[in-house]
């Protein structure tokens, strides 16, 4: 928990390999530790990685 409350976390390697900065960014947000700092969903659906994740989903299998 001290950790935590420190915001000395990691990703494994091969996770953080494949994670954009936007993605980490918001990892960070949501572990806040402390309630008051932390964002709220709405605040968090409206961060930069989001548009990007739907926008994917919207194209057709195989497109990519």
Not at 8 to 13: R, S
Not at 48 to 58: M, N
Request: aromatic letters at 6%.
């Amino acid at each position: 928990i001290s950790k935590q409350l420190a915001k000395q976390y990691a990703f494994q390697e091969d996770i953080e390999a494949r994670l954009t900065a936007e993605a980490k960014e918001l990892v960070a947000l949501m572990l806040e530790p402390s309630p008051p700092k932390r964002p709220s969903i709405v605040t968090l659906c409206q961060h930069g990685w989001f548009p990007v994740v739907l926008s994917e989903a919207d194209q057709p299998r195989g497109s990519n």
